[in-house]
C-alpha cells in the first residue's frame, strides 16, 4: 500500500519563502503524476501543481511565478517550494499521487502566512 507523507509547513511572514516536501513509500513512484493542493477553511480543496511522470508541470495561475514543483524519483519524493507567499496562500497543503488504478493523499500540512 502506498503511503504519502508530506513536511516542511510552518508559519511565515508575508513575501517569505517555504518548501514542502511529500515522500512516497513504494516503487512506483517515477511513473506517476504527483500533485500539490490545497485547501483553505470554508473553502473548496484546489489544485495548486501537477508534475508527471516525464516532468511535465503546470500550474494554478494563482501561483504561477511563485511555486516551482519538483520531483527527485530517486528518493521518491516531490518539492513544493513556495516564494514571494501572501496571506491567501495560508491553507493546508495535500500531495497526491495519481495512477491507473486510484489516487492517494498524504494527510496534509499546514502553512499559514501572516500579513
Known amino acids: 500500500q502506498v503511503q504519502l507523507v508530506e513536511s516542511g509547513g510552518g508559519l511565515v511572514q508575508a513575501g517569505g519563502s517555504l518548501r514542502l516536501s511529500c515522500v512516497a513509500s513504494?516503487?512506483?513512484?517515477?511513473?506517476?503524476?504527483m500533485s500539490w493542493h490545497r485547501q483553505a477553511p470554508g473553502k473548496q480543496r484546489e489544485l495548486v501543481a501537477f508534475?508527471?511522470?516525464?516532468?511535465?508541470?503546470n500550474y494554478a495561475d494563482s501561483v504561477k511565478g511563485r511555486f516551482t514543483i519538483s520531483r527527485d524519483n530517486a528518493k521518491s519524493t516531490v518539492y513544493l517550494q513556495m516564494n514571494s507567499l501572501k496571506p491567501e496562500d495560508t491553507a493546508v497543503y495535500y500531495c497526491k499521487l495519481s495512477r491507473a488504478v486510484g489516487t492517494t493523499w498524504g494527510q496534509g500540512t499546514q502553512v499559514t502566512v501572516s500579513s
Open positions: 508534475i508527471s511522470g516525464g516532468g511535465t508541470t
Open positions: 513504494g516503487s512506483i513512484f517515477s511513473m506517476n503524476t
